[in-house]
């Protein structure tokens, strides 16, 4: 049987939990929404949103005239902004709203990384971007191998980018990025590796028969060099063919393994990045 100071304790207690509970949810709530603009920005305009990101504003994340938002066109900056109009009610459903301060966006990596990545199946490919531009990379030169899928005609490949850079964008944005990857129009593999493949910056391979891992080659070029660059090629879901491999050998590239266990190939390419970037980049456990 409880006394009445155990009573008081218990609903103190009780008190202080959703007391916690209820600021943590106050901070989730007050999260600033960040949206890319391609168009310029400066501080003390005001300008109007398109409809795609209005919609998104005042539909989804049901924002209202006097709300807070960030900004960002890839310059490397953020720029705050209040909305001085729009309403899910009006004719024209744009956000208007007035630039008032920019400030310098320090989420980039001290190392440049290239990922050349194989084309694969829509969702296993959109895996592979997002998550690669979440974890910092530079650029993405997305390839068509020989197991890749085939990449039809012109229209769909233009739709094809025109989606990819759609989940570049909406990765920077949620990620925090200040400067957008650049994502290069597809090639065929064997063309990037005799127009594309040179300069300075070490090359990896997957091989399932090298003798080094990628840790094991990115811990010796941090103790023996300045290098920031780096350049991950990742084949499609069935792999690059020996033959293939080899070429990218012969063309400069250091093959590495990624121990005993097979990753797909949208696990492939984040695990590689996040490696470097913990041990070249900016990346911290």
Request: glycine letters at 6%; aromatic letters at 2%; charged letters at 20%.
């Amino acid at each position: 049987m409880s006394d009445g100071n155990n009573a008081d304790t218990t609903s103190s207690g009780q008190a202080s939990v959703t007391a916690l509970t209820s600021s943590r949810a106050s901070r989730r709530n007050a999260r600033i929404a960040r949206t890319h603009h391609a168009g310029t920005l400066q501080v003390d305009t005001e300008l109007e949103l398109d409809k795609q990101a209005s919609h998104h504003l005042l539909t989804v994340l049901r924002m209202k005239v006097d709300d807070q938002i960030m900004l960002f066109n890839g310059d490397g900056y953020n720029y705050h902004a209040t909305l001085t109009g729009g309403a899910r009610q009006s004719s024209s459903k744009r956000v208007s709203l007035r630039i008032e301060t920019r400030t310098p966006c320090v989420s980039e990596s001290n190392l440049a990384v290239t990922l050349v990545q194989c084309v694969s199946r829509p969702e296993r490919m959109d895996i592979s971007l997002r998550q690669a531009v979440e974890l910092g990379v530079t650029c993405i030169q997305p390839v068509y191998s020989r197991h890749s899928i085939k990449a039809g005609d012109e229209s769909r490949v233009q739709k094809k980018q025109q989606h990819w850079h759609s989940i570049v964008i909406s990765a920077c944005e949620q990620s925090g990025r200040g400067v957008i990857p650049e994502l290069r129009d597809a090639t065929r593999f064997e063309h990037w590796l005799t127009q594309t493949m040179q300069g300075d910056n070490t090359h990896y391979v997957l091989s399932p028969t090298a003798e080094l891992s990628l840790t094991q080659h990115a811990h010796t070029l941090a103790s023996s060099s300045t290098e920031n660059t780096a350049t991950l090629i990742i084949g499609p879901e069935s792999g690059l063919d020996n033959d293939e491999i080899d070429s990218a050998i012969q063309a400069g590239a250091v093959p590495v393994n990624m121990g005993r266990r097979i990753l797909r190939t949208e696990t492939a390419g984040p695990v590689c990045i996040a490696l470097l970037q913990s041990i070249l980049g900016d990346l911290r456990a």
